[in-house]
């Protein structure tokens, strides 16, 4: 990552949120975060409140503790402060809203036995990934052909206590 480009991480974090929507094209959001393009090449993940200030905290701790044969399944990191991260640009796996909650494994044909799934399994039990999250098609993009977890900042922890009803 050049300079320029920590320079441009570091202002961001300085804009408010309405900044943020003025300047970046909205891309979509789930519970705890908001998405924006930075450009062609990044995306932007903003907390909402408490629970997705951990979403972005605990995606920048898999990305850089996670072991090196699970990494390739990762979108990148390359930028992390308090409640934003700046992620690599991943092209959606989910086309349309209605696609967003099939199951990736079905729709690339994955059986339980491949090692694509079992490592899946692995860093899911690694981290107690909220499955649910994972195996959703909205979760995965492409970078360069490869197939990558887009969103894995939620811990069955984080569900727990900032996305259930007490």
């Not at 975060?33 to 905290?57: E, H, N, P, T």
């Not at 850089?64 to 990191?77: A, G, M, R, S």
């Not at 887009?150 to 900032?162: A, L, W």
Request: proline share 1%.
């Amino acid at each position: 990552m050049s300079s320029l480009e920590m320079l441009l991480f570091e202002e961001i974090f300085l804009m408010n949120s309405d900044e943020i929507d003025k300047n970046f094209q909205y891309l979509g959001e789930g519970a705890g975060r908001i998405i924006y393009a930075l450009d062609d090449d990044y995306v932007i993940k903003m907390s909402k409140f408490a629970g997705g200030d951990k979403q972005c905290k605990t995606e920048h701790y898999i990305y850089n503790h996670v072991q090196d044969h699970l990494k390739k399944y990762l979108c990148p990191v390359v930028w992390y402060k308090d409640d934003i991260l700046i992620m690599r640009r991943a092209v959606p796996l989910a086309k349309k809203r209605e696609e967003r909650k099939q199951n990736v494994f079905n729709v690339l044909g994955i059986r339980e036995d491949n090692i694509f799934y079992k490592n899946i399994q692995q860093l899911v039990q690694s981290f107690d990934l909220l499955y649910g999250d994972v195996k959703n098609l909205s979760s995965w993009g492409l970078i360069d052909n490869q197939v990558v977890l887009i969103d894995y900042g939620c811990t069955n922890k984080i569900y727990r206590k900032y996305f259930t009803k007490k």
